[in-house]
């Protein structure tokens, strides 16, 4: 159980980095949530919950590809420290 634990704490940490990097980047470009959220044809709750580290433990790719199409960037710099 120890093991389950401490990847399911690595997991919920990293959703959080990829959030707080896609928030990075979005405000970078000086949008809003609802501006990424039409560009990437999501509804802001989506983007809310993806950039709190909220989205249920699963982002779609499509989705992190849609965000990093829109946003400019790679896919790789959502990952990134």
Known sequence: MP???AAVACREALFKRIGRRIAYYRKQNHWTQQELAQRIHRSVSTVS??????YNHNIPLATLADITHA??????????E
């Open 3 to 5: 093991a389950e634990k």
């Open 49 to 54: 919950r993806i950039e709190r580290g909220a």
């Open 71 to 80: 946003l400019q960037i790679h896919l790789k710099d959502i990952f990134e």
